[in-house]
């Protein structure tokens, strides 16, 4: 028998495959309301047995450390989705032969004591992670181009009046300006890649500095308060907790250039928002995008849909729909379950980062 546990929260590593035939109906009990997609996306996942038909398998679901630990003595394989991994506990996994994470951000993984028992660590990229960089650098395209006036101008057919091709205001080119990113995570340095393809200057601040990244993705390490000041358009990738509630408030929104455009596709609560939203309304800030917000739904009277309704503001909002996008997290949990089975047959592994 071969024991394969998975250790997350959200439900997502088994997205790849239906543990059983009703698990799609059982996730749509599971899953937020109004997400219809992603239920429809699992139905079309293969079978976790037709997948492993060729072994006997038993799959264990734990949610936390506690009950990990009083498993892993008996785990062949274990399969990790943002969480963070002691020690204490993986030396008692004695025979784990893969440990797979999902995501390629495996810092909660002690990847010194995996290598001392011989474990092979592999760490998937995220497909999910690759749509909210998208996301994010739309939002960066359209404020630099201008996109929502340029779009306006044609529907009112003011080129009849101003003529075709007439000069559009604040059309930049973004090669000129630099690029921050608060946090450098799996969502950060796809938008380091793009910036470097577009020739823009790109600096970060993240609570670890990653030298060894600093030169793959052409990107230089600032403090925390140089990142607001030098940034032309601040884009924020790191994660909430209690600790980060709020983090960017009046100060540091004070400190960014008046021109500058602000980008949340991590969560609203890192930001406080009635400054935020102060900034904008007098122009000490050159815009914002936002498929992020405080409150979620964001409430029909909440002050910033009168901004982004405004053309003389630049903002723009989402709904939390970053991270959309076809299959992307059945793909993303797929990519985990092929490589546990290529392992089984003795096959090269994917994504090995031990």
């Known amino acids: 028998m071969i024991n394969i546990v998975v250790w997350e929260e959200y439900n997502y590593v088994l997205l790849g495959v239906q543990i059983r035939k009703d698990f799609a109906n059982e996730l749509e009990k599971r899953l937020p309301s109004g997400d219809p997609a992603r239920i ?29 630990d009083a498993v892993i003595a008996d785990c062949d394989y274990l399969v990790v989705h943002k969480q963070r991994l ?8 004695t025979k784990i032969k893969l440990l797979q994470h999902m995501g390629q951000d495996f810092r909660g993984i002690p990847m010194e004591t995996a290598r001392e028992m011989g474990i092979p660590v592999c760490a998937t990229p995220l497909i999910n992670y690759i749509a909210v960089a998208e996301h994010a650098w739309t939002l960066l395209l359209n404020y630099y181009k201008q996109m929502r006036e340029q779009e ?3 529907k009112e057919r003011l080129y009849v009046e101003r003529g075709w091709g ?10 000129d300006y630099t690029l921050g990113l608060l946090g450098f995570g799996e969502i950060a340095r796809p938008m380091a890649n793009y910036a470097h393809a577009f020739e823009m200057k790109c600096i970060y601040w993240d609570k670890v500095r990653f030298p060894e990244l600093e030169e793959k993705y052409h990107v230089e390490y600032v403090e925390w308060d140089e990142l607001f ?16 509630e709020k983090i960017i408030g009046a100060r540091e929104i004070g400190l960014m250039k008046p021109d500058a455009f602000f980008i949340n596709t ?25 498929d992020v917000m405080y409150e979620e739904p964001l409430p029909v009277d909440d002050p910033l849909h009168e901004l982004n309704e405004d053309p003389n503001y630049n903002v723009i909002l989402t709904s939390h729909s970053a991270w959309q996008g076809h299959w992307t997290h059945v793909r993303d949990s797929l990519n985990i ?8 047959r003795g096959e090269p592994l994917k994504y090995e980062v031990s």
């Open 86 to 93: 002691t020690s204490e506990v993986l030396r008692k996994g």
């Open 229 to 244: 000041k030098q940034s032309d358009v601040l884009s924020v990738h790191i994660p909430i907790m209690p600790a980060t």
């Open 40 to 68: 429809e996306w699992a139905k079309d996942a293969p079978l976790f047995e037709e997948i492993f038909a060729d072994f006997e398998t038993n799959l264990i679901s734990v949610k936390t450390l506690e009950e990990l």
């Open 266 to 290: 991590a969560r609203g609560k890192l930001v406080d928002q009635l400054p935020l939203v102060d900034a904008l309304k007098n122009h000490r800030l050159g815009g914002a995008g936002l």
């Open 166 to 175: 007439a000069t559009v205001s604040n059309v930049r080119i973004v090669q």
């Open 337 to 344: 379950w092929l490589n546990v089975y290529h392992h089984l």
């Open 152 to 154: 306006r101008q044609m």
